[in-house]
């Protein structure tokens, strides 16, 4: 079945619809959920997490199991990134083997889609830079965590600065929570796929 995470608190409702009562359960951020159906209402997915428990769409980031690997990749290991969920699933000899919500490049510097590989990983960096002719978006981080490049100065990385997953937030890296970008720089090897 599918999966997804919560990303900001949820009360979920007994039926697809704001004119259901609600359960009086809440689901706060990060919570994982199974997915069972999906079914649009008024213009509106809703996500059935239970039974006649139902959350809307924009409250949950759904987990795209793919395990045909991409059109490219010859080596069965690589790293899935969903650009429109925000989730990141990795997967080992056709098999998944960690998810995780994540943090991708917001307007107007998006993650660029593409297949990439890791071609240098790296215990610590220190990253600064600036897009803006008057460096109003400069930034300077020391001691970012378990950063693997994939595409030119785009990389995965831990962001022990953010707090909040599943929104575009970044300068077009891939952030994750330092313990998953911990586990990812442990099981990844350069010349793995970034898709």
Not at 8 to 33: D, S
Not at 39 to 48: G, L, P
Not at 111 to 129: A, D, H, S, V
Request: proline content about 5%.
């Amino acid at each position: 079945r599918s999966v997804g995470w919560i990303v900001e608190t949820a009360r979920p409702r007994q039926a697809p619809t704001y004119a259901a009562p609600e359960t009086g359960q809440e689901l706060r951020a990060e919570t994982v959920v199974q997915i069972y159906d999906v079914q649009n209402q008024d213009k509106t997915d809703w996500y059935m997490i239970g039974m006649d428990e139902w959350v809307e769409r924009r409250y949950v980031r759904q987990l795209e199991i793919q395990t045909t690997p991409p059109e490219g990749v010859d080596n069965n290991r690589w790293i899935d990134i969903n650009l429109y969920e925000q989730t990141m699933a990795v997967y080992d000899n056709g098999q998944l083997v960690f998810a995780t919500l994540i943090a991708t490049g917001a307007d107007p510097y998006y993650t660029r889609p593409g297949l990439f590989k890791i071609y240098q990983k790296k215990l610590t960096e220190t990253m600064q830079g600036s897009f803006e002719a008057d460096r109003s978006d400069y930034y300077y981080l020391e001691n970012v965590p378990w950063t693997m490049y994939f595409d030119k100065a785009r990389a995965l990385h831990g962001a022990y600065w953010r707090a909040m997953w599943g929104y575009e937030q970044s300068h077009g890296c891939v952030n994750l929570s330092p313990g998953d970008a911990h586990w990812l720089y442990d099981w990844a090897k350069e010349g793995d796929y970034v898709y």
